[in-house]
Structure formats: C-alpha cells, structure tokens
Nanobody, 118 residues
Framework: QVQLVESGGGLVQPGGSLRLSCATS????????MSWYRQAPGKERELVAS????????NYADSVAGRFTISRDNVKNTVYLQMNSLKPEDTAVYYC???????????WGQGTQVTVSS
C-alpha cells in the first residue's frame, strides 16, 4: 500500500526555520517527481516546490524562492522541504505529492500544519 507521511510542522516565530519531511513507501520513489503544496484556510492549494525524479532539477514558487529548499533522498525514499526566514503568510497545511505523469496515479500525503506567528 502506498503511504506518504509528512512530519516536521509546528509553530514558529517569523524569521524562524522548519524542516518538513515526507517519508514514503509502496511505490518506486526514484521514478516519481516529488512536490510540496500548501493550502491556507479559505485559499486554493498552491504549488510550493518540486523536484524531478531524474536529474533532481528543482522549481519554486516566486513567493518562496530563495527561502525554501526542496531535496530528496532516494535511499531513504524521503523528500524534504527546508523552510527559512518564515513569514506569517507561509502559514498553511503543507502536503507532499508524488507524480510520474498523466498515465499514472498521483499520491498525496495527509498534510502537516505550519503556523508562523509571534
């Protein structure tokens, strides 16, 4: 069975840092692009960062570029999101997604809450 389990969320002050982890099992992790999405209350879900399954190329939303870093460990089957210089507008539930293209199912984690507040 496919599992994606996010962890590392919590409450931090503005300017602080968090590292999210998404531990996966049940599929060929190295063949999948991995992404982090987030959704704030009353807002649409938005793509935060992605990393390819091949070269490991990365992409970031303009709102987080320069502050967040996505990485993956294909031995541990885990994807990470290092979040620095956090702002209140980063407050959201953060979700991990696995994707290998339109011919295949995509997989989602259950989400982890990140709250940035003084």
């Amino acid at each position: 069975q496919v599992q994606l389990v996010e962890s590392g969320g919590g409450l931090v002050q503005p300017g602080g840092s968090l590292r999210l982890s998404c531990a996966t099992s049940g599929f060929r992790f190295g063949w999948y692009a991995m992404s982090w999405y987030r959704q704030a209350p009353g807002k649409e879900r938005e793509l935060v960062a992605s990393i390819s399954g091949g070269e490991g190329s990365t992409n970031y939303a303009d709102s987080v570029a320069g502050r967040f870093t996505i990485s993956r460990d294909n031995v541990k089957n885990t994807v990470y999101l290092q979040m620095n210089s956090l702002k209140p507008e980063d407050t959201a539930v953060y979700y991990c997604k696995a994707d290998r293209g339109r011919r295949y199912m995509e997989y989602w984690g259950q989400g982890t809450q990140v709250t940035v507040s003084s």
